[in-house]
């Protein structure tokens, strides 16, 4: 039950006082006592009143009781985002797509460039694209991005056009994939008034779709395996915490989810290694 605190020569008084002190032990009477006691009725009241005539009469707070003060921010209202809130997950893959698209849409009319030539156009070895030998002997350590160009000779030969369009396809999955990885990166629970995991995963892909340094990869056909790399690369991390997040979840680690899932991300990660060497 709660104490009286009294200026130190009060509580000495009271001290000195038994009446007194047997006051001050009725005025921290637990709140379900009633008024029909005697005590309360008669001299209790008496030496309540007293101890009122001798100085102000505060509470201590019980030990280990805090206030909590407001803040200054306490009257702001939760901020608001600075977009409308998209909670589709598919219109804001929507926006990322259509936006990508848009900025390296006018990439089709480029033509061969550079090393484009000695490792697509006058290489033979891409010229069929069932011969993984001799694919293999071009450049081991990428051969994953030298079959995707077998693969884009064998469907329109020496097209400029299909191979930027290979290229734009890579990029947008990699958009994608960086999306879903921001999702289920580990972090604290949200406090309230905060940005939507959603929304930083919104912009955060959508930066890295349109940002200027993206543009050698996409536009330079040749540079297919850098993009190829990174865009398996992110897939490799995406199954990883995917595979994390359904074992905090409760899935067992022999569940076909959950195994499924990890196998995905080694398979992904192999194959990122053998698209490019660094």
Not at 83 to 88: D, E, F, G, L, V
Not at 252 to 274: E, K, N, Q, W
Request: aromatic share 10%; hydrophobic share 45%; glycine share 8%.
């Amino acid at each position: 039950r709660p104490r009286v605190w009294l200026p130190r020569t009060e509580e000495f008084a009271v001290q000195k006082n038994p009446a007194l002190r047997r006051g001050r032990d009725f005025f921290s009477l637990p709140a379900g006592a009633t008024g029909n006691d005697s005590l309360a009725q008669g001299k209790g009241r008496r030496l309540i009143r007293l101890i009122r005539r001798i100085g102000p009469i505060r509470r201590i707070r019980p030990a280990g009781a805090c206030r909590v003060a407001p803040t200054r921010d306490s009257h702001i209202p939760p901020r608001r985002s600075i977009i409308p809130p998209m909670k589709n997950v598919l219109a804001h893959l929507g926006v990322i797509v259509f936006l990508s698209a848009l900025v390296y849409l006018n990439s089709f009319q480029a033509d061969f460039q550079l090393d484009d030539f000695p490792h697509i156009v006058e290489n033979h070895r891409i010229k069929n694209a069932g011969d993984l030998r001799a694919l293999w002997g071009h450049w081991p350590s990428r051969f994953v991005c030298f079959y995707t160009f077998a693969l884009n000779y064998a469907a329109g030969r020496l097209d400029p056009a299909g191979y930027h369009a290979f290229n734009l396809l890579i990029h947008l999955f990699a958009a994608v994939f960086a999306y879903f990885l921001v999702l289920h990166l580990p972090r604290r629970e949200e406090a309230e008034g905060s940005a939507d995991i959603r929304e930083v995963a919104f912009w955060a892909a959508l930066l890295f779709a349109v940002h200027p340094l993206q543009t050698q990869s996409v536009t330079y056909i040749v540079q297919r395996c850098a993009s190829l790399a990174g865009c398996l690369s992110l897939l490799s991390l995406l199954g990883y915490f995917r595979a994390r997040s359904l074992r905090a979840r409760g899935a067992r680690f022999s569940s076909p989810g959950h195994l499924l899932t990890y196998a995905g991300g080694i398979v992904a990660c192999v194959l990122a290694m053998g698209s490019k060497e660094s």
